[in-house]
């Protein structure tokens, strides 16, 4: 099962383990500030904050297991089977698929209430 851990005092670290016997090609991957990002519900992002993480770099586009922007904001991808819950598409601009979920919400937002708020406002796709 995976698990990530996060400890703040004067630094912020952030980890977490990858619970799986094979490896998907996984590396430390840094996303520019304002990297074009192209997502499946058409949104182009040019303007975004930088993130770094593990991840799987796929046609360009980085699939984040999990990572951290430049503001300090984290997050992690963990797998926990038969645990979440998935829409289909609606068609709009609020779609996201899972594997775009972490560079959405860490590009887009500084701080956990950012976040949160975000959430809100999308459809999580089975895709």
């Known amino acids: 099962m995976c698990m990530a851990a996060t400890y703040k005092r004067k630094y912020h670290y ?32 040019r303007t975004h904050l930088a ?3 593990m991840a799987s770099v796929i046609d360009g586009h980085p699939l984040y297991f999990d990572g951290t922007n ?4 984290s997050m992690a991808g963990l797998n926990f089977p038969g645990n979440a819950y998935y829409s289909s598409r609606r068609g709009d601009a609020s779609d996201i698929a899972s594997f775009e979920f972490i560079p959405w919400i860490l590009g887009r937002c500084s701080n956990v209430t950012e976040a949160r708020k975000e959430i809100e406002s999308i459809n999580l796709t089975d895709e």
């Open 51 to 53: 993130i770094i993480g």
């Open 14 to 45: 952030f980890g977490r383990n990858l619970d799986y016997e094979i490896s998907y090609g996984e590396c430390v991957v840094v996303t520019p500030r304002n990297f074009v990002l192209e997502y499946r519900n058409g949104i182009v992002d």
């Open 70 to 73: 430049e503001n300090g904001l």
